[in-house]
């Protein structure tokens, strides 16, 4: 609702005093990654999570980890477990009675342990967006600086929508990144129909700026104002990075509006204002933005010669 102005919005971005960004890593599954990442923790006093999300296997992971790194005093905890006994694992390894958790996504709400500052993901391009995002948020909890290892199986080739999950994870990861994760999960799952009783649903089928422009109408039809009459418009699909980046427009609220007015660019003119704009305040736009202004472009010129759609 705040992307059509019916509600305000506020954006937290200052966190805790004496945080560090987290430092993430996307590789596929190396063992020995994993060994240097558990030992250089142990060595420093702290303790790891490693989440594998598959019950039946994490006994086999567990042991495998055991034998990686014989030093290491290794925990498994997951949900089927009985309540008193995952309550003692849990107890025991926030108490420093274990070096390693080896759990499922039972860890990603509610967990606060400082002392714990490396956590290692198995198959994380099996997770969602807000899942990576949540469980990378089990570290760096203090004052030291944690680590966040997300590894995917290097024998299975990664979808498309898995490598948009796993770059946005990396892209973000500077402290206060939540409202722009959110963006982007926005962005990759949609919104679904926020004025009926669909709630789950793929924006990227009807695009953003469509997407936007009908919700739009249908706040004005509910308020009882008279909809505008929408000029012709075509979507364009092209393999490019175009997007505002956060070095080039650091404040969200602004960045959100900007997307907004983007998508509300209707003539060549407009577009040249827009770039004029982007110049004045920003500095020469970097070549996603060119990319981005250069798809609005032809997303109006596209529109204006009867095409629907161009794609590659």
Known sequence: MSLVNVRDMSVIETPPQERLPIRTTIREYDE?????????????????F???????????????????VPEARIVVG???MAEDQLERVMVDFSSGEYDVLVSTTIIE????????????????????LAQLYQLRGRVGRATHQAYAYFLYNKDAKLTPLQEKRL??????????????????????????????????????????????KLLAEAVQELQG????????????????????????????TLKVNFYQRLA?????EQIEAMTAEFNDRFGPPPQPVKNLLAMVRLKVEAA?????????
Do not use: C, W
């Open 32 to 48: 020995s990654l994993i060994r240097e990442a558990i030992i250089r923790e142990i060595d420093r006093g702290g303790q790891i």
């Open 50 to 68: 490693f989440v594998h999300n598959r019950v039946q296997g994490i006994q086999v992971i567990a042991q495998k980890l055991q034998r990686l």
């Open 78 to 80: 997951h949900g089927q």
């Open 109 to 128: 709400n509610g967990l606060d342990i400082p002392n714990a500052n490396t956590i290692i993901v198995n198959n994380a391009a099996f997770f969602g």
């Open 167 to 212: 770059r946005a994870i990396y892209e973000a990861t500077e402290l206060g990144a939540g409202f722009r994760i959110a963006m982007k999960d926005l962005e990759i799952r949609g919104a679904g129909n926020l004025l009926g009783a669909e709630q789950s649903g793929f924006m990227n089928s009807v695009g953003f700026d469509l997407y936007v």
């Open 225 to 252: 104002k008279q909809a505008e009459v929408a000029a012709p418009t075509a979507t364009v699909d092209l393999p490019l990075d175009s997007y505002l980046p956060d070095e080039y427009i650091g404040d969200r």
């Open 264 to 268: 509300n660019l209707n003539s060549p």
């Open 304 to 312: 204006a010669l009867g095409f629907e759609a161009i794609a590659l």
